[in-house]
């Protein structure tokens, strides 16, 4: 017959020397109540309280693993170097609220919360920059320049018509000379 209990049943072992005897002892001795599963005490003298540490031992360590499922499919993710998702997201988030505003009054009530979005934005964006550039996808207008005059000695070396080339070349240098650095 299967004994069915909860924690709370205390159960008296008849032999001293079973393995599930709770191992609290007193000045009488060792208890005689039977303990918890995973755990060496009955319930009286904490045995539900360490199954309970275990159970949330188990939980926790659960949960490590989904994080570090987690992390490991983000890490193999091909935009997971990107943080344009969240500039967008942050954005839109700023348009519907700035959009949900319906005069002054509201503007003003939303003030703290767009403020908000506006340093958030700005956060995520700087954080984003110095990640393309740690990443060396962001070039700085020598790189741009050095690139610029690398085509054009190409097109050079292809295109007999010099003037043609000079065209392309000043066109070329117009539009690299033309950028402020606010793209990327």
């Given amino acids: 017959m299967t004994e069915v209990r909860d924690d709370t049943t205390?159960?008296?072992?008849?032999?001293?020397?079973?393995?599930?005897?709770?191992?609290?002892?007193?000045?009488?001795?060792?208890?005689?109540?039977?303990?918890?599963?995973?755990?060496?005490?009955?319930?009286?003298?904490?045995?539900?309280?360490?199954?309970?540490?275990?159970?949330?031992?188990?939980?926790?360590?659960?949960?490590?693993?989904?994080?570090?499922?987690?992390?490991?499919?983000?890490?193999?993710?091909?935009?997971?170097?990107?943080?344009a998702n969240e500039v967008a997201i942050l954005r839109m988030l700023m348009e519907e609220k700035l959009r949900t505003c319906s005069d002054d009054t509201e503007l003003m009530l939303a003030s703290a919360s767009i403020g908000e979005l506006v340093m958030k934005i700005d956060k995520v964006v700087t954080s984003c920059h110095k990640l393309e550039k740690n990443l060396g996808l962001h070039m700085d207008k020598a790189a741009i320049l050095q690139f610029g005059g690398e085509v054009i000695q190409l097109i050079s070396d292809k295109v007999t018509n010099k003037d043609e080339v000079r065209l392309v070349a000043d066109g070329i240098l117009t539009i690299i000379g033309d950028m402020d650095g606010s793209r990327t």
Avoid at 13 to 22: G, I, V
Avoid at 66 to 76: C, L, N
Wanted: hydrophobic share 20%; aromatic share 6%; net charge positive.
């Fill in 10 to 83: 205390l159960i008296k072992c008849s032999d001293p020397e079973d393995p599930k005897r709770c191992q609290s002892t007193d000045a009488k001795g060792q208890c005689w109540y039977r303990c918890t599963e995973n755990a060496t005490f009955c319930p009286r003298h904490g045995g539900n309280k360490q199954e309970e540490k275990v159970e949330k031992e188990d939980t926790d360590m659960y949960r490590v693993d989904m994080f570090k499922a987690r992390i490991a499919r983000h890490r193999t993710h091909p935009e997971v170097k990107s943080l």
